[in-house]
């Protein structure tokens, strides 16, 4: 489960961090685990609400793509995902819930 949290923080961070920035505002990542449905959810936002995750039809970009692949690998591991506006702010939010195993 670290290693897909991990994964799921990286990839839309980066993202945030590569594409969503803009000067003067904040990019923000929140971390939060469910212990009664033994789920972590992971949530990353950015400002620019206009710019989403491109995401190819059928899920899988073209092998000469150059981009595309990061949402997939964030799908991969987690129970499910998402992008939506941001909540209280400019720009949009991608979330990811990944199941904890063992857990209830």
């Known amino acids: 489960m670290h290693d897909a949290v991990e994964l799921i923080v990286a990839e839309p961070a980066d993202n945030a961090v590569s594409h969503g920035r803009v000067p003067g505002r904040d990019a923000r990542l929140r971390l939060a685990r469910f212990g009664a449905t033994g789920r972590v959810r992971v ?3 950015d400002a620019r609400g206009e710019r989403h995750p491109a995401t190819a039809p059928g899920g899988l970009p073209e092998d000469e793509d150059e981009g ?3 949402l997939v690998l964030v799908a991969a591991p987690a129970e499910e995902w998402g ?3 941001r909540p209280g ?3 949009k ?3 990811a819930v990944v199941a904890v195993p063992g857990a209830p």
């Open 83 to 85: 992008v939506a506006p």
């Open 93 to 95: 939010t991608v979330r």
């Open 68 to 70: 595309g692949r990061g």
């Open 89 to 91: 702010a400019p720009g």
């Open 43 to 45: 949530e990353v936002s």
